[in-house]
């Protein structure tokens, strides 16, 4: 069997591993004659998947016993909504850190409900740093705080989170969430769509503080409020029970590989030697975001001409390459180094980088 060299950044990645335990229980799932797809919502079987993944999602991440764990749908898009329906107070902003494209449209869905004001913004950089902490400035009487923990298009990432006192912070942990250890118990909320860090796409993980829960007006339908599912233990309608599943898989897999800290370990042995290939090319390679910002999830490079870019990304999805073209947006090339992309794929790139540079350098 041969398996890509895979960068895509997401969907994305998934460990051989769990695909391989997925596929062994895809038509029997521990015996009950049918696929976990098959079953109810409301049997035994699936709220032993529902209450696992819950349970993994609280130990891997520490996750305090104040916070609640959702799993809802609608992508972490339908989240840069939801959160303004139910946090954002009339006459008090909700503060938004802006430093690229995730960050843009959640500021425009919050915009469709409510106030909001721009904390700090890197657009004058191009993106392509994420501000100090000291540069965020934050309305006293701010309904939240929100930022973008991981730009999975620039190839940015925070590494320190501002402290907000008694306003709520809010993240959009999409492209970095299990990455590396956090302290949850700064935020208000932490929501991040699966398809990137944590399985497949069909599911949303929200995790957010008990008082927070409660905040939401009356006005707001049944499926759009977090006590709603809070109060169901994410099973108040169907919930996508085959993407669940997938991410209690991808759970245990973290716990088996030393948890989320040997992830952050791996995660930099990983990049280590794609953003070496870059700095140590004397310039054939070109890092876009500036080194204090740089991601471990998703590397973004230039080279010296689009011909050249073009012909790297050919000449690499002809040798098992997958996912390197950089987004439609910003052009140049990106390499996405999920939790679940093996070092050997990392190897193997770099191993190609300097091999490209040789050729073309
Ligand atoms: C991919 C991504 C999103 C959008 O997620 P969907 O699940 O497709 O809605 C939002 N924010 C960040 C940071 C992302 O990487």
Known sequence: MARAFNFNAGPA??????????????????????????????????????????SLLRELFGVPDNYQVLFLQGGASTQFAMLPMNLLKPGRPAAYVKTGAWADKAIKEAKLIGDTVVAASTE?????????VAEIIVPSNASYLHLTSNETIGGTQFHEFPDTGDIPLVADMSSDILSRPIDVSKFGVIYAGAQKNLGPSGVTVVIIRDDLVQESPKTIPAMFRYDTHAKSSSLYNTPPSFSVYMVSLVLKWIQAKGGVAQMEQYNRDKTKLIY???????????????????SLMNITFRLGSEELEKLFVKQSEAEGFVGLKGHRDVGGLRASTYNAVPLESCEALAQFMADFQKRNG
């Open 124 to 132: 004058a950089d191009s993106y392509m740093r994420m501000p100090e």
């Open 276 to 294: 070496d290939a870059i700095d140590l090319s004397g310039g054939f390679y070109r890092g876009c975001a500036q080194p204090q910002s740089r």
């Open 13 to 54: 990645a998934i460990p051989l591993e769990v695909l391989q335990q997925a596929a062994e229980q895809f038509v029997d799932y521990q015996g009950a004659g049918m696929s976990i797809m098959e079953m109810s919502h409301r049997s035994a079987l699936y709220e032993g998947v529902n209450n696992e993944a819950q």
